[in-house]
């Protein structure tokens, strides 16, 4: 399969972007990257995420960008977890993830936070986010305190 095929298989199934690493590993040197870029091939959307020529900008790309961009693990979170599920009806221009990662995200227009574990974590269209029950529900470190604190004795 050729590069351009595989790219586009692939930008396909990313709301249109590719991380420098994927583009890597489909045979593209750092030299042809660059190249696509200054003639309009690609554009650059975060640190290391290029969108592919003539997609529109989405709120999911955007969302997409911040977790391809943070690097693996890091996932929607927050208000912008809600948004996607649909919970929050605002949609602000601050983006928020979690990663389990030291140092936590570091990326503009993003509110980065780091967690001591990734549970609760699931896609939804395509982009990886908070689930329902992480994002409304106590964290597991605070159940484990309720689990393991004394409890009141019924009498």
Do not use: N
């Not at 690097?71 to 208000?79: L, R």
């Not at 649909?86 to 602000?92: C, K, L, R, S, V």
Request: charged residues 20%; glycine residues 6%; contains cysteine.
């Amino acid at each position: 399969m050729s590069p351009e095929r595989a790219i586009a298989q692939l930008a396909r199934r990313q709301h249109a972007l590719v991380t420098y690493s994927q583009l890597h590993q489909l045979g593209l040197s750092e030299k042809q990257i660059r190249r696509r870029q200054h003639s309009g091939q690609f554009s650059l959307v975060r640190p290391s995420v290029v969108r592919i020529a003539g997609a529109p900008e989405t709120r999911h790309s955007a969302l997409l960008a911040v977790c391809l961009s943070a690097g693996t693990p890091a996932f929607v979170s927050g208000s912008s977890a809600a948004s996607l599920w649909g919970a929050w009806p605002h949609e602000t221009e601050i983006f928020r993830a979690t990663t389990d990662r030291s140092p936590r995200i570091r990326l503009a227009g993003v509110v980065g936070k780091q967690a001591e574990d990734l549970w609760g974590v699931t896609r939804r269209a395509g982009i990886p986010t908070s689930d329902p029950v992480r994002l409304f529900s106590i964290s597991p470190p605070t159940a484990k305190w309720f689990r393991t604190s004394r409890q009141p004795s019924i009498t």
